[in-house]
């Protein structure tokens, strides 16, 4: 008698393991742990550096008195904030930044556009955006002085040259990278040159115009300080000059220092901008 082969048992369901990403029913709990991993490394950065700040202030490398410590740095900064008027003057620099990257921006977002998409006006206008591009802007406020005044007009026309070269190159390679093949195939569907524009072209361009808006954020508060030195009485530029002028070195590190926290504070939250704006996007990582 042959004995019939018994039915081979189906194999058991994987369980799911636990702390995966993408396989528990709390998605957000691995983004929330790399996200205060990266915020744990950045806080490590800078204790590193003021760890070394500390050690060259001691080693007696620099000659005393110009190099503060980091506590009388703080103590400077706390001086400013509680009689004079260092909060007003933070105010008046981001204010002058968000103008002069917002009407920059705004006008290099067409002309990165045009010449994406016209290569006789691209042929004809990029040898005069390069050379623009590489001048400096504290160069030219001799002729700011000459045009504007020394109003805060010309304070935030100098802000506005540095965003917008430096906006339209970016859109304007953001634009001129788009795969062709998202255009050949919206028009293989029929869509309208319109269509392609508003449905095809737009969406994709998004990133790049976030990208652009960062990048001018980056330059502008590189430029302040240029920017302020068109007789400015306000401004974290002012006070890092006026503090040069009377050689009180803590006020000039309070002014750098403030120039770079309000920097980095701004190109955060613009990251997390860009994150929820572009979250329909595939992301490989950060």
């Not at 790399?34 to 915020?39: K, P, Q, T």
């Not at 506590?71 to 105010?91: I, N, P, Y």
């Not at 556009?113 to 290569?119: C, G, K, N, V």
């Not at 029929?190 to 990048?215: H, N």
Request: hydrophobic share 50%; proline share 7%.
């Amino acid at each position: 008698m042959t004995s019939t082969p018994t039915a081979a048992r189906a194999p058991a369901p994987e369980r799911p393991r636990r702390g995966r990403p993408g396989r528990t029913g709390r998605p957000g709990r691995p983004r929330v742990r790399a996200g205060l991993e990266r915020a744990g490394y950045g806080l490590a950065g800078f204790a590193l550096m003021i760890a070394a700040w500390y050690a060259l202030h001691a080693s007696g490398f620099v000659a005393a008195g110009l190099l503060p410590r980091p506590d009388e740095v703080v103590a400077a900064a706390w001086r400013g904030f509680t009689g004079q008027g260092l909060l007003l003057d933070v105010r008046v620099s981001v204010t002058r930044v968000f103008l002069g990257v917002a009407i920059g921006t705004a006008a290099a977002v067409p002309v990165g556009f045009l010449l994406a998409w016209y290569r006789p006006l691209r042929a004809m206008l990029d040898p005069l955006i390069g050379f623009f591009r590489a001048l400096p802007p504290i160069a030219l406020i001799p002729l700011v002085v000459v045009y504007f005044g020394i109003g805060e007009p010309a304070r935030i026309s100098v802000l506005v040259y540095a965003s917008f070269f430096t906006a339209v190159i970016v859109v304007h390679e953001g634009i001129a990278s788009i795969d062709p093949l998202y255009i050949k195939a919206a028009r293989s569907l029929g869509a309208s040159r319109t269509e392609v524009f508003t449905r095809c072209v737009l969406p994709l361009s998004v990133p790049q115009f976030l990208v652009a808006v960062r990048v001018a954020l980056g330059v502008s508060w590189a430029t302040l300080v240029a920017a302020e030195l068109v007789a400015a009485q306000r401004g974290l530029g002012a006070v890092i000059q006026n503090a040069g002028n009377f050689f009180k070195i803590d006020e000039v590190y309070v002014g750098i220092t403030l120039i770079g926290i309000v920097a980095l504070a701004m190109d955060r939250v613009l990251r997390v901008l860009m994150r929820r704006a572009t979250r329909w996007q595939e992301r490989t990582g950060e």
